[in-house]
């Protein structure tokens, strides 16, 4: 071997190393996903104080990222647009579940359970994508996943805090399961439309699809759709009600909603979804610095039950990969 030849690397170990940078990757891009999810309360709530009713709020939300999402996408696709004849019906039912109906159900929830009981029953999407996986796959989850996923449930009931007092309707929690299903919608469909497909396409049609869903609904009667021009509050100042409209559509659904399906691709949709229950930990601290509503101990102990749960599944998953190899 001459001086100039380095030492061969296996194939398998440069593999290896390229698997577990990717997932690293999507590790960080998740979270950062959560963390714009988790902001989007904080604007919404400026909204509803403007005088917005919280269809509209969802209904602008999503066509204003659909416009902004178009010419990216756009030019993501060049060259590419046959895969829309593949991916159409991925597009199509992430729009209808993952983003409008999500939404919808949740907002319908909300109309009869108190924020917090809806918001815990729409994230027990990544204990559906388990069982699914389990029933329609005979992935049967582990010792180790199982305990994951009870703690990480766990500390979501210690970060909302909820008390005995809760008065619990059956209706709503119908429509806050609904929302749990759209939300394992978004993660099964991200995960595992076409590669090929720019993720900001995804993100772009499905919001698209979104808000003529969310209108439709609006039309209807079924929820009401308000727009007003008023003044709500952010981090203490009074917020003209389109600062707070392009902070939800900026960072709560453009950017959040292309990173998480961008992690999904990267994660796959058990390990996106475990991790996007730090969005309620995100909520919880994004609340604290904009909103002045600062979280208790429970809370904090909750987050760290999240995390921990998190961690669970992770290991779990990068000990079944290593396995298959």
Known sequence: MSEATGPVVPARTESSALQTSNQSKGIWIAL?????????GSFAKGLFEAGWSPTAAVAARMAGAAIILAIPAVIAMRGRWT????NWLSILLFGLFGVGACQLCYFLAVQRLDVGVALLLEYLAPVLIVLVLWVRHQKRPSIVTIAGAVMALLGLVAVLDLTGATKIDPIGVLWGLGAAVGLTFFFFISAKADGGLPPIMLSAGGMAVGALSVLVVGGLGILPITFAAGTGSFAGYPTPWWVALI?????????????GVMAARELGSKVASFISLTEVLFAVLWAWLLLAELPGLVQLFGGLLIVA???????????AVRKGQ
Do not use: H, K
């Open 309 to 319: 749960g998190v961690v669970l599944v992770r290991v779990d998953e990068l000990r």
């Open 247 to 259: 902070g939800l559509i900026l960072i709560a659904t453009v950017f959040s909603y292309t990173t």
């Open 32 to 40: 950062a996903s959560s963390a714009a999810f988790g902001i989007s």
């Open 83 to 86: 895969l829309m004849r593949t």
